[in-house]
């Protein structure tokens, strides 16, 4: 039986009655039964399952390390052994505290994500198995982080004005040590030859100490001297450790602060003439960059809005640096109010979008605070530990510490941004969405609208192309009295990618509960996680996105204990969708295509409806599902996977003397009062039509964000000369004067047209006036003399 689940790779949890006899499991591998076990579903029929897995609290850490990981359920002697291992590799001592709590102390990796690691208690057998989040160093547990007091002042110390004691803090208790050491650690990426072949390698080390044995007091302040000897770092982090620790000891119980350009600590012809010592860095800086592959046609174009960039969440993330939502001060880019980075790096790269208050893209061809793309992404990207993948690190290696020579340290921004231009977004194209809402209402990708209330699973969108499954579960309506009535509702929704890890969202109670690969996830520390193939974002307990590899994502909302969940697909998709949110082509008519290719008409009754939603039924087989309660196996694991002896109520007549026709038609109105007034009547309940109302609106301000644009390109500055306006989309229009003693020759106006092309002439310059003055002689001559 356990074989059969291991085979399939997928917990049939059918089985679970038989897996509570040992003597059926006797023949299974340890590896197998381990991650079974594991599993949240195996919890339920195995009572013994927390001998072999465990979990720890807190569950991420900083991927710096140094976090205690308490393992939750193990009490263990005081003297006794506990020996972790992290990733199969990291081996290190564990810590047993006064009351038998163990504690695995995070290691330093380059990666983020789930890190699995296993534990010894008598320093052979590693028979217990859990994992713990490591996260963004920025992402990590604020409280735990050691503060550099005015970060202006550290970033640009030996610039002019610049100068003085540097002062970091900490919280003193949450290193368990009356005296402490402060170190600095470094991160570069070398080149390192095996196998006949040279490639770059991260590489964070131990420099030196800033101070050993001191007083535990929070606070540490220093007179920073120039290093010769190490000035070949300019990224690093301090580090803080009890006093107990020797000097560069990796992987214990620590507090770091974040990665910082170390400005301080550089060479004294840095401190002597900064301007000239940066100008000269970042010429190189710019040889380099000539030298190394061009990655900025690779990149997504930027969308051409905001409110675009903040609606495209498959694609687009806000960039906490400059966020509108926080008032986030854009330190980076001036000007801006709020910018957003691709989700998904490109070989490593990765695109940066900013905006002003009007919601236009800023460009660097028109203010050095426009949006600037990345040789390094700074989220990282998969496989992480090689360069530039490192998150974080390498993107301050290649494109911050860069900024600094060039912009802020010396005049030649320009080098800067002529590496780093705004791509603009003549070629960027919105995504389609479609969405399934209330009791139960379909708006498909083409814009196509009908009502199926069928109970069971089904699949919201199949592309086989793609490799995309996303899978719906539907459960009876029941009001708050306990009723039930003839509709459905969403209850849970499945989905994967590829290879990419199996990410369910379900309803529970008042808010949405995250599996992966059926086991629940928690969000109480972090709301971004890095996972297989797909990342997840919960803002709140009752929102919750899903975003996969090929820009592909599932919006899912709670409201008044209703789900919607919205998919948002890139053009690449275009007729590679089938289910119930349609085929995405621009035609509605071929939007209810079932499985064997045939299409029903738009205009079909809702009984055959009814039968085209049940057709697009899962099976067994296919289902991604989760099934950890007698309910889901007695109610949708066992019967078909849709429900035949459902009928729900296909019209509902609206009474004159309905109590409720008052208040609903009062409430119900607008282009999606036809769904609200479904909803009110099936229900009876104004809250029920009233989230079922507010869900399509939300879907209607959405499809008005995504609406295509049309961009006609960025138009230069004539030399000499002004350009009055920064907008480059259809309608608007950018005006041209010249300064003094110049007059411009052609185009003084140019307006974007709707094929994407500007009016006037393409070459536009302002003349020197005598010059022109000869210039109109000299043609006048000429066109007297051909006559």
């Excluded at 038989?18 to 579903?41: A, G, M, N």
């Excluded at 330093?108 to 198995?129: A, K």
């Excluded at 503060?147 to 002019?160: A, E, F, H, R």
């Excluded at 949110?581 to 738009?602: F, K, Q, W």
Aim: aromatic share 10%; charged share 15%.
């Amino acid at each position: 039986v356990i074989w059969i689940v291991c085979y399939f790779e997928r917990p049939l949890i059918h089985f679970a009655s038989l897996l509570e006899s040992p003597s059926r499991v006797d023949s299974v591998s340890h590896e197998c039964l381990l991650s079974l076990t594991c599993s949240s579903i195996l919890t339920n029929c195995c009572s013994d399952s927390n001998q072999s897995c465990f979990q720890v609290s807190p569950y991420s850490s900083s991927m710096l390390g140094g976090r205690a990981l308490q393992i939750l359920g193990l009490t263990l002697p005081p003297d006794g052994r506990l020996l972790c291992r992290f990733k199969g590799e990291i081996e290190q001592q564990g810590i047993i505290d006064e009351e038998g709590h163990p504690y695995c102390i995070s290691p330093l990796l380059y990666e983020t994500g789930w890190i699995s690691f296993d534990v010894s208690t008598d320093g052979t057998n590693f028979n217990r198995s859990g994992e713990y989040l490591s996260v963004h160093p920025s992402k990590a547990d604020p409280s735990f982080e050691v503060t550099l007091v005015n970060s202006t002042l550290w970033q640009n110390y030996g610039t002019p004005n610049m100068a003085g004691q540097l002062t970091m803090t900490w919280n003193s208790s949450l290193t368990e040590s009356k005296r402490v050491n402060v170190e600095l650690w470094g991160y570069r990426e070398v080149s390192r030859s095996t196998a006949g072949s040279s490639s770059l390698q991260a590489e964070i080390s131990y420099l030196y100490s800033l101070g050993r044995n001191i007083s535990n007091t929070g606070d540490f302040s220093f007179f920073p001297q120039p290093r010769e000897k190490f000035s070949m770092w300019e990224l690093g982090n301090i580090r803080i450790t009890a006093s107990s620790t020797s000097e560069g000891e990796r992987n214990v119980q620590s507090l770091w602060s974040g990665g910082h350009v170390l400005a301080w600590h550089l060479e004294q012809s840095f401190r002597d003439d900064p301007s000239a010592w940066a100008q000269r860095k970042c010429l190189q800086w710019d040889d380099l960059e000539r030298k190394l592959p061009d990655f900025l046609d690779e990149l997504i174009d930027c969308p051409c809005s905001l409110a675009q960039a903040r609606a495209d969440t498959g694609r687009f993330h806000t960039d906490y640096s400059c966020n509108i939502e926080t008032g986030s001060v854009c330190t980076y880019h001036p000007g801006s109010v709020h910018c957003v980075r691709a989700v998904q790096a490109s070989h490593g790269s990765g695109q940066q979008c900013c905006y002003d208050n009007t919601g236009a893209l800023v460009l660097t061809g028109d203010s050095v605070g426009g949006s600037t793309p990345d040789r390094a992404h700074d989220w990282g990207s998969p496989p992480y530990g090689e360069p530039p993948r490192v998150p974080g690190f390498s993107h301050w290696l290649h494109d911050v510490t860069s900024f600094c020579y060039c912009c802020l340290w010396s005049d030649l921004c320009h080098v800067y941004l002529n590496r780093r231009p705004s791509s603009g977004c003549r070629r960027y194209q919105p995504p389609k969405a479609g969405v399934v809402f209330g009791n139960l209402h379909f708006i498909t990708f083409d814009g196509l609208s009908y009502t199926f209330n069928g109970r069971g699973e089904y699949y919201l969108l199949l592309s086989t192309d793609k490799n995309l499954s996303i899978q719906t579960r539907t459960e009876q309506l029941k009001l708050k009295n306990g009723t039930l009535v003839k509709a459905a509702q969403l209850s849970s929704v499945v989905m994967k990618e590829n290879s990419s890890d199996v990410i369910e969202v379900r309803t529970a109670g008042d808010h949405l509960q995250v599996l992966r690969n059926q086991k629940i996830l928690p969000f109480t520390e972090q709301r971004w996680m890095d996972l297989q193939g797909v990342f997840v974002f919960a803002p709140s307990p009752q929102n919750v996105t899903v975003i996969f590899s090929s820009g592909a994502a599932v919006e899912l909302r709670l409201h008044e204990g209703a789900m919607t969940a919205t998919v948002l697909l890139p053009v690449e998709f275009s007729n590679h969708s089938l289910g119930l949110l349609g085929r995405m082509n621009s035609d509605p008519s071929d939007d209810l295509t079932t499985r064997s290719g045939e299409v029903i008409s738009a205009n079909a009754t809702q009984e055959e409806i009814f039968t085209f939603g049940a057709a697009w039924n899962i099976s067994n087989m296919s289902s991604l599902f989760t099934y950890d309660s007698h309910y889901l196996l007695d109610s949708y694991f066992f019967p078909l996977s849709h429900d035949p002896a459902f009928v729900p109520a296909f019209s509902l007549p609206l009474k004159p003397d309905d109590p409720l026709a008052a208040d609903m038609l009062s409430m119900c109105l607008g282009e999606g009062a036809h769904f609200c007034i479904h909803d009110t009547l099936i229900s009876r309940s104004l809250a029920v039509g009233n989230a079922t109302l507010r869900a399509h609106q939300h879907h209607q301000a959405l499809m008005e964000a995504l609406k295509p644009v049309v961009s006609c390109g960025w138009l230069p500055t004539p030399r000499n000369g002004k350009k009055n306006g920064t907008h480059y989309l259809e309608g608007k229009t950018l005006s041209f004067t010249c300064n003094e003693g110049y007059i411009l020759y052609r185009s003084t106006e140019r307006t974007c047209l709707q094929e994407g092309t500007w009016t006037g002439e393409h070459l536009f310059i302002c003349i020197f006036s005598l010059l022109l003055s000869v210039i109109t002689v000299i043609s006048i001559l000429l066109h007297r003399n051909s006559q």
